[in-house]
């Protein structure tokens, strides 16, 4: 399997790393939950290129993960808003998160160790962890209590 043949595979992993799966797409990513906008401030934060940044920026925006949103006319200006499609990837990066978290943060009580940043939810004000639930059960899920089979999107056996 090749990268660039990755958004024709019939996986849907395999469609969205198409999109994602670059490092630099996911700090982009990751920035814009932080509520990042701007072209000169996704460059600063993550110290890439102009030309990395153009192009992540764009790939999102063709995707329709991101769409350019104009602020100012003279110079022409513009910023990036999470689309809808953008706003579902929100999981990806919390499940990224919560895995750098547990296994990249250091040992807790060590100075400069834990995780850099807390999520708080706002309706109930409390810091979190992200869970994975069943959505018909609600009960925790972990991938040895999860099987998988064939749906409506499976390549037809040859």
């Known amino acids: 399997m090749k990268w660039d043949d990755l958004a024709q595979e019939p996986c849907s992993v395999a469609r969205t790393v198409a999109v994602i799966g670059d490092r630099w797409t996911l700090m982009v990513l990751r920035d814009c939950f932080l509520g990042v906008r701007r072209f000169e401030d996704f460059q600063a934060r993550l110290g890439i290129s102009r030309t990395i940044t153009a192009e992540r920026l764009k790939r999102l925006v063709d995707e329709g993960v991101l769409r350019k949103v104009r602020y100012q006319d003279n110079p022409l200006r513009f910023e990036y808003r999470l689309t809808d499609k953008g706003h579902d990837l929100y999981p990806v990066i919390m499940a990224v998160v919560s895995f750098g978290d547990r296994h990249y943060a250091g040992p807790e009580g060590q100075p400069g160790a834990g995780p850099p940043l807390l999520h708080r939810h706002k309706t109930c004000g409390c810091d979190f962890h992200p869970v994975m639930t069943c959505s018909e059960c609600h009960a925790p899920l972990v991938a040895r209590d ?11 056996a040859a």
């Open 146 to 156: 999860v099987e998988t089979r064939a749906g409506p999107g499976a390549r037809a």
